[in-house]
Structures are given as C-alpha cells and as structure tokens.
C-alpha cells in the first residue's frame, strides 16, 4: 500500500483556486519567462503557484523549476516543493492502491533459490517463461505441474520497449532518461550524441578550442577578440587594421599599386579624373567661377558689398559710406610744401609757394594787402600786374566797397547768421513784427503787457495774477493744496498725516490704496461688493461662509495645514513614483488593470512630504501590489521589519510619515 508521501501530493490534478489550511492555489506559473511576474521575498503567505513551463527563474536563490514543481510563499521567502519524481499510478491505478495477485507475473519477479525448502511448502506458482528451477533434496508431491514448452516471446511496452525469446535487443523511450539518471563515470560515445544547436550550450572549457592556427580544430579568439587563421575564403566587409599587399595590383593614372609602398601619381594632360576638396588643397568645383565662389565668404546678402580684410580673415562689407579723419598731412609737389599743426585733432594748415614750373601750372592767383614775390622759371611767360590793396566790392545781403577795411550795409529783409549785439554801427530797424525801435538782446528783459502767443515752452516759477479758471489747465497736486485728481478720475492720496476724503464713486471707478502704511479705522462697518484684492494680509478676519477659494497654504494653528475632508483618489494602472501632491491620498490600483505593479515612496531628498504625512494604498486586482521605498526606511507596523511591502487583492495599508527619514505602514492583506 502506498503512503501519503510528500511527492505524491495533488496526484495528476492541479487543486482549487481556494485557500484549505492556509494554502491557496494562484494557478499555474511559467518558470521560463516569470508569467506572471513573481518576485524574491515578496508574495502572501499561503500562496502557490503549479510549474507549467520549465525555467531558471531566480526566486530567493532556487533556479531549477520542472514542470509540475510548486512555488509556495512562506512567511519571508519562496520555497520548492519538486514534483517531478511524484508516483502518478501504480498498476494503473491511483489513490491509496492495494497490490493484488493478478498486479504480478514471471517477468516482473526475480527468482531467489528456495534453498532446502519443501516444495511442499511453497505456494503454487504458474511459470510462463522460460525460467530454471534449482532444488535440492527429494522433491515429492504433485505440487509441480504445468508443461514447460521452451523459451517465450516476451513483449516489452512503456519505457522499455522490446520483443523476442532469449535475449533480445531493447530500446529506451525518448526523454525517459534525465541527467540525474546518468552515472558521472558513464563513457557515453559522441556518436551517441545529438546535434548540439542552441547557442551558448558549448562552453569553451568543455573544447579544446585555442586562437592558434590548429587544423581541423575549433578556433576560440582570445583575450583581445583575435585568432589567427591561415587562408579564409569569404566576402568580408570593413576595413583591415594592417595588410601586406593586395594579391593583384591596380593601376591609378598609369602607376600599378600593391600597399607596399606609396606611390607618386603625375598629372599628364586631363588623365585624372574627379576634383579635390578644399580640405585637401583644392576648390571642390570644376570651373574658374564655382572655384572663386567655393573660396570666397558667403556671398548671401553681399549684393552690391565690397570685399574687406582685417589682416587675417575676409568679409563683405558695404561700399563707400562715412568715415573719420584721423590725420591730415601736406605732401611737397609742384613747388608747393606746407606744414600741418595738431593734425589728428583740428588741423591748421600753412602752404608755402617754392619755385613754381610754369608748365605744371595752369594759372596763379596773386592777392593780398603785402608784395609777394613770384618767382617763375622755365619758359612760359606770366602776364599781369599786382598794384598794392585791390578794391573789394560786396553785393547781396551786405554791400559795400573799399579796400582794405571799409564798411558795409546789411540790406533790408536780408537773412543773417550768427548773434545781432548792440556793439557796431546803429542803424534803423524797419518792418519787423511789433513795433518798438530795438531789438531785445538784455539778459533779464520787462516785457510790458506782451501777447505771448501761444508758446511751446516757458517757466512761470515766479509768475503773479493768474486766473485759475481760465488762466491755468491740468490738475492741481494735493502738494499744492489740491486734490490730485480731475473729476470722475482715478485718485492715488499721498503723503503723510490724515487725508480726509469723502467721494461718491462709481461702478466704473477705481480707488488704489496705499501699499504702506494703515488706512483710518472707519465708523461702523464697511463692505466691499465684488472687489478683488491681490494677496492681501488679513488680520484676524471673519470671513463668513466664502462661496469659493483654496486653502492649500492655510494651517489650524499655523504649522499643521489644512487638509482634505476626503480621501482624494489617484488611480494608477503603471509602475508609479509618488509626488507631493500625494499626501492625503489614495492610490488606487483599479480592477481593470490585471498586471502586478510597484508604487514607490520616493526620497525626502527628492519629495519632502511634512511629517505626519498619511498616503494609503488599495488594490483590486488578484496581482500584488508592491509598496516600497527609495533610500528612506518604511517599517511593517507590529513586526519592526523594513523594506518593500506586499498589498493582495482587496487589501488597503496605511503609510504614514514619522521622521524626515522614517515612515510606519500597516493594514488588511499586507506582508
């Protein structure tokens, strides 16, 4: 009879999706790709999940997954239940299975020697095969029977398969033997092998595999990714570190190159083809034009522009245009010479006349009140007379003539430039506007009852006799005893004292208060309708009930904010950071999203959520939720043990802020 040994547990039949004992079955579970995602040191206590697909999946250390093994979550960590090696019937039966007479033949039973025994002693025993029976001792009885006819054909089926008398060859059933059958000393020949063809299932230590150039040998690189090799026949692409020459040699403009050695190549006539790059000494163009355009600057926007260099480098720069002066000299030519003092700032110039070509001049012009000599060489002769003053003659706006000094008329309506003084000859002043028979030229002038016009510009500082109604426009300033403001203006009250103003206002006026400073206490109470006042600091208020507003910076007793009448949600259906808008929150993993995700309690470094702080977290899926935290510390409440926490199906936990650095997590379904 079968016991109820461990490896015989759930027999072919995967168990329910409930929980008996503590156990609850999760459903089956692919060791290959880790579906659905399971997780070292994370899980519910109880949980298990049934190996559907062989794998390495690392869970707290155990890598070998069969089909068929359980993983099962203690209370810290994932464990192994193997299965492989689970009894599935006996004698085609199973449960608790009783061997009878008919489970047994000849073949499935090794015969031992009876020794001295009585056959009389032994059971009947039918032999249907081709068996030798030993006995000692007188044989009595009629307790032998049956006919032995010679050897029979026994059939082998299952993992065994095989048929014939005697001996007979047999054959082992495909993926009956594992690893773990095969002895270590076991000389299994390579012809029994098959194809090895997945990648990386040869290692390097199991060959004799080397870098050197071994014949009919694998070839391993080394250390540098090199190997050496003798002729390799292939279409190979890139470019070769180091060569010795090419095996045939080319020609380029007529000189055969093999890579042993440069070569020289000549131009003859138009023999070499394409063009050479500025990089490399040429233009990169074909043609005079396109080359001359490669070389110069840019020539966008240089319509017009003259080319300029400033001793380094060339640009396009705008022709003619003004300029600075910066120093005048007198170059000597044609007898003519001179002299220039403060030539780089206002420059006086002093010409003198030498002796004079008269074939490279075309005329001289000789005045003045002295006697200059004209000395004259060659053979070109000067005509003419100089006779002392010569007499001047003015037309225009000034007449007159003399020589020497004489004076002059300014004619009537003539245009003057420069000051009119009172200093020189008197004359007449006739059909100017006005009347009156000077001009005024005194610094401080009484004018006597004059029409001023309308003038663009005056200072009426110490100005008398105004009329305020006709006589002054504008606003007068509260300094000078008015208001400041003109009617059904906006008003702004300055300076200091008490200002007492009384105005019927309009819906449409504005009243800008003071930003320093404390307005009057007013008699009686005050209301301002549909007023906005920007940031203002209220001292003891009573606000009444305020139809709308937001109180994210107000506190109950000026440190502790004000906080959510609610839980707000945020749902999350991803691997979610949480943020400081978080706190005093939910967060939500909806039934909708069936996927294992983590939500992370980041840093106070990064967020630095105030102390007190209270984030809970819900999930509504049967994937777990896991709760963990950057390089702070979050406590399990009751157990003092710290890391990333487990949220099952329907559960909620609490995480709450103690220190900076320091948070408490506790609720239903949390491990």
Same mark, same amino acid.
């Given at each position: 009879?079968?016991?109820?040994? *461990? ?42 999940? =049934? /190996?559907?697909? !062989? ?63 009585? *056959? ?20 009595t009885g009629s307790n032998l029977s049956g006919t032995n006819t010679g050897d029979q054909t026994i059939t ?121 790059? =500025? ?10 034009q396109a080359a001359l355009n490669a070389l110069l600057p840019s020539q966008a926007g240089a319509s017009g ?13 705008? !022709?003619?245009?003004?300029?600075? /002066? ?24 002093? /010409? ?22 004209? !000395? ?44 009119i003084t009172s200093v020189g000859n008197a004359t007449s002043i006739a059909s100017q506007t006005g009347t ?77 208060? *003071? ?87 980041? !840093? ?6 105030? =102390? ?11 994937? /777990? ?47």
């Open positions: 009879m079968l016991s109820n040994h *461990p490896n015989c547990l759930g027999g072919n039949s995967s168990p329910a999706s409930t929980s008996t004992g503590g156990v609850a079955f999760q459903g089956s579970w692919n060791a290959s790709t880790n579906t659905p995602t399971l997780t070292s040191s994370v899980g519910t206590t109880g949980y298990f999940y =049934i /190996v559907s697909v !062989a794998g390495s999946t690392n869970l707290d250390g155990i890598t070998d997954w069969e089909v068929g093994d359980w993983a099962i979550f203690g209370t810290t960590t994932w464990t192994k239940v193997d299965n492989t090696d689970k009894v599935s019937s006996v004698f085609g039966r199973v449960g608790s299975v009783v061997g009878v007479s008919t489970d047994y033949s000849a073949v499935g039973i090794t015969n031992t020697s009876l020794g001295a025994s009585n *056959p009389s002693t032994v059971a009947a025993t039918t032999v249907t095969a081709s068996s030798t029976i030993a006995a000692t001792g007188a044989v082998l089926t299952g993992d065994v398969t095989g048929s014939g008398t005697g001996s007979f060859a047999t054959a082992i059933a495909a993926g009956v033997i594992v690893n773990a059958d095969i002895n270590a000393s076991a000389a299994i020949a390579d012809t029994k092998l098959d194809t090895i063809s997945t990648a990386l299932k040869v290692s390097n230590s199991a060959t004799t595999a080397a870098s050197a150039n071994t014949a009919s040998a694998i070839v391993a690189r080394d250390a540098s990714g090199n190997f050496s090799a003798g002729t390799i026949t292939a279409n190979l692409t890139g470019n070769a570190a180091t060569a010795t020459a090419l095996q045939t040699a080319r020609a380029i403009n007529g000189v055969n190159f093999d890579g042993t050695a440069a070569i020289t190549v000549t131009a003859a006539g138009s023999t070499l083809s394409d063009t050479v790059t =500025i990089a490399n000494g040429g233009t990169g163009q074909v043609t005079a522009k003259v080319l300029q260099s400033d001793g380094t480098n060339t640009s396009f720069v705008a !022709a003619g245009g003004s300029g600075t /002066v910066t120093s005048v000299s007198v170059t000597t030519a044609n007898g003519v010479s001179g002299t220039v003092a403060t030539s780089t700032t206002t420059p006086a110039i002093s /010409v003198t006349l030498g002796a004079i070509t008269p074939t490279s001049v075309n005329s001289v012009i000789v005045s003045g009140s002295s006697t200059p000599t004209l !000395a004259v060489t060659g053979t070109t002769s000067v005509s003419g007379a100089n006779t002392g003053d010569q007499t001047i003659t003015l037309t225009g706006g000034v007449t007159g003539s003399g020589t020497g000094s004489f004076a002059a008329t300014v004619v009537t309506n003539a245009n003057l430039t420069g000051v009156g028979t000077k001009f005024v030229v005194d610094t401080s002038p009484i004018l006597v009852t004059p029409n001023l016009g309308t003038p663009t510009a005056a200072l009426l500082t110490s100005a008398t006799g105004l009329p305020l109604t006709t006589g002054v426009t504008g606003v007068l300033g509260a300094a000078n005893g008015g208001t400041g403001i003109a009617n059904n203006a906006a008003m702004t009250v300055t300076g200091s004292g008490n200002f007492a103003y009384t105005r019927t206002l309009t819906a449409a006026t504005n009243v800008t208060f *003071p930003t320093t400073g404390t307005l009057a206490t007013l008699a009686g109470s005050e209301t301002f309708t549909n007023k906005t006042l920007t940031s203002p600091t209220l001292t003891t208020p009573a606000l009444g009930t305020p139809a709308s507003g937001n109180l994210g910076s107000c506190t109950t007793d000026g440190t502790n904010k004000v906080g959510f009448l609610i839980i707000p949600q945020n749902s999350q259906s991803a691997a979610y950071t949480l943020v400081l808008a978080d706190a005093g929150k939910h967060i939500f993993h909806p039934s909708s999203d069936a996927n294992a995700r983590t939500y992370t309690i980041p !840093a106070n470094s990064s967020v630095a959520y105030t =102390i007190g702080t209270a984030i809970t977290f819900i999930n509504m899926t049967s994937q /777990v939720v896991s709760i963990a935290i950057t390089t702070d510390t979050m406590y399990l409440s009751s157990a003092g043990t710290t890391g990333t926490r487990s949220l099952a199906q329907y559960g909620s936990a609490t995480a709450i802020k103690m220190t900076s650095t320091t948070w408490l997590i506790s609720g239903s379904g949390l491990t």
